[in-house]
């Protein structure tokens, strides 16, 4: 047993408890006096044991090359004075049994008894690195970036099949029904500043849009309809440190994140209206006044805002404790499949690598004719839409069914 403690001195596991059960030893080596580790309850005294040359011849029924035979033998050659208080303290049942064959006393040792579990050689590893790591991080940030879908799961895509001609006819009826063409004014009566000379043209260009553009492809704006999900990220920093020069990704590699909800105009645009010269005055295309100025540190600013793979925020200086939370639109795809890849990234000039999070969300594709996703008849929606867009929301995206932008 010993000999067996000794080898274990250099391993990774176990090589301090052989140290230190060798420390133990040396004052019994030294003084021939047992060492008490424990005076009562029971008291347990530790000391080498010595015994007689071994007649293997004698023992037939144990194996010399067995180390747990080769201990059995010792006890029973060894140099005592009271043989019968000899007894073999074993949790392993193989020497147990031996010592019991050969009429040696044997008891197995009760669980607490037993040192805890060193750790393994990669764990002890493991946590010097992480103890290293947190020496290296102590002056950066700590932030964590947290990914939830909103709303049912499994999220939704509905793909909503073209409008039979007569379902299309029907909408076009109704649409220019209720939006007769403009009363035309005389032409001996000239127009005057407040007169809108425009209403007629403007009236034309939308009727033929309406009926050669946006009617024949209202299923593909409901399918965009039917395709908005909801999601929210939260990034905070939980550390005493500001984290500098932040940058906050949003990226999907199978669908298109929207930084606004959107809404589609499937069945076209409204008619035009009758305008005065202030009205057709503010249509005229004129520059963005608003200010390109970015200098509050600790506001965050949209860099990315286009409907895309990819949304992106920056913040000079993000403060320790603060949050901030992002709900945005997610448009499934067909090549979404069965499921939605989202994930959000954040780094800082002051952090070390980044912090990422992903979201895998469930997707069920489901194909439908136009009549069950809409009532031609009663002009509304057979299936409720997974997301719609409210006034509340504030800021809205509008498309037009062939996905240009309306603003």
């Known amino acids: 047993m010993q000999s067996e403690i000794d080898a274990k001195k250099r391993d990774g596991r176990?090589?301090?408890?052989?140290?230190?059960?060798?420390?133990?030893?040396?004052?019994?080596?030294?003084?021939?006096?047992?060492?008490?580790?424990?005076?009562?309850?029971?008291?347990?005294?530790?000391?080498?044991?010595?015994?007689?040359?071994?007649?293997?011849?004698?023992?037939?029924?144990?194996?010399?090359?067995?180390?747990?035979?080769?201990?059995?033998?010792?006890?029973l050659n060894a140099l005592v004075d009271d043989r019968s208080r000899l007894e073999l303290l074993s949790r392993d049942m193989r020497?147990?049994?031996?010592?019991?064959?050969?009429?040696?006393?044997?008891?197995?040792?009760?669980?607490?008894?037993?040192?805890?579990?060193?750790?393994a050689p990669e764990k002890l590893e493991l946590a010097r690195l992480q103890r290293e790591l947190r020496t290296a991080t102590a002056d950066q940030p700590v932030l964590t970036v947290a990914v939830e879908a909103l709303g049912d799961r499994p999220w939704t895509r509905t793909t909503v099949l073209p409008a039979t001609e007569q379902d299309r006819t029907k909408i076009q009826n109704w649409i220019l029904e209720a939006n007769p063409a403009p009363r035309v004014t005389s032409g001996f009566n000239p127009h005057g500043l407040l007169e809108d000379s425009s209403l007629s043209d403007r009236y034309d260009d939308w009727r033929d849009r309406l009926v050669q553009t946006d009617l024949p492809a209202m299923h593909d704006g409901l399918t965009r309809l039917y395709s908005q999900h909801r999601l929210r990220v939260t990034v905070r920093n939980v550390g005493p440190i500001s984290a500098e020069g932040l940058s906050f990704e949003i990226r999907s590699g199978n669908a298109v994140l929207h930084a606004a909800p959107y809404s589609v105009r499937a069945f076209g645009e409204s008619a035009p209206e009758p305008e005065g010269y202030l009205e057709r005055l503010g249509r005229l295309p004129m520059a963005d006044m608003a200010s390109s100025r970015r200098d509050e540190p600790f506001t965050v600013y949209e860099e990315i805002t286009a409907s895309g793979s990819v949304l992106s925020w920056s913040c000079r200086s993000?403060?320790?404790?603060?949050?901030?939370?992002?709900?945005?639109?997610?448009?499934?795809?067909?090549?979404?499949?069965s499921k939605a890849q989202i994930e959000a990234v954040v780094t800082a000039a002051n952090l070390k690598g980044d912090v990422r999070a992903q979201a895998f969300v469930e997707v069920d594709q489901r194909t439908v004719g136009f009549s069950d996703a809409y009532d031609a008849d009663g002009g509304r929606n057979r299936i409720p839409l997974p997301y719609a867009a409210r006034r509340g929301d504030g800021d809205i995206l509008v498309f037009r069914n062939d996905g240009s932008v309306i603003d």
């Open 14 to 75: 176990l090589g301090e408890r052989s140290r230190a059960f060798n420390r133990l030893l040396d004052p019994n080596v030294e003084t021939g006096m047992p060492v008490t580790l424990r005076p009562e309850g029971p008291r347990v005294d530790v000391a080498l044991m010595r015994n007689a040359p071994i007649d293997w011849a004698a023992h037939d029924d144990l194996d010399r090359d067995d180390a747990d035979d080769r201990i059995v033998a010792q006890i």
């Open 318 to 337: 993000f403060r320790q404790e603060r949050s901030l939370s992002l709900e945005i639109s997610v448009e499934l795809l067909k090549r979404t499949g």
């Open 95 to 119: 020497p147990r049994d031996a010592a019991r064959a050969n009429d040696l006393a044997a008891t197995r040792l009760p669980e607490h008894w037993l040192l805890d579990v060193a750790p």
